[in-house]
């Protein structure tokens, strides 16, 4: 019997995993790119650090759980991305990453899991929504100048990340498991 810290990631989770990494991996470099390109606002960008822990947690759940992992990606980037929302305000295209999320929710699940995608592409976009209409004013007051580069930063961002995830999942079946029940 293989335990579940050994077994070989499936091949849907490991792009999963994948892309986990590449974000815990960038979420440092963003404060860095806020004091390089905007100068101001450093110190409030250092929350965008705060989800860091939580998508590092996407390769041990990973490890019990494949389709953890796999509900677990979006549904933390989207928590982020409303997040980061509420720190840099709407103007600064933060919500961008919204479509990332969908693109995970659309790529991350096999037909048996349709429940759960369905699930996961109405929360994105529930969340999308109250972020739209009821996040308030963003925490650092960025001048309109500020707001454009955060724009800029987070469109290419975004491209790029949408990009890396089209690139990882491209090729992968989505069958259904061995043994796995319709949810």
Known sequence: MISAETRTLDPLTSATVTVAWVLVLNKPFYPLYVWY??????????????????????????????????????????????????????ASGTELFFAACILLVALSFRPGEAWWQRFAAILVFVAFVFSRNWIGMPIHNWSSSDLSILLNLNAFAVASLATFISLRYAGIARHREPGAADQ
Do not use: C, H, N
């Open 37 to 90: 390109l905007v100068g101001s606002g450093v110190q409030t960008s250092l929350a965008s650090l705060i989800a860091t822990p939580f998508f590092m947690a996407i390769p041990l759940i990973a490890r019990r759980s494949s389709l953890a992992a796999r509900v677990a990606l979006p549904l933390i980037g989207t928590l982020d991305t409303v997040f980061e929302t509420k720190v840099f305000g709407t």
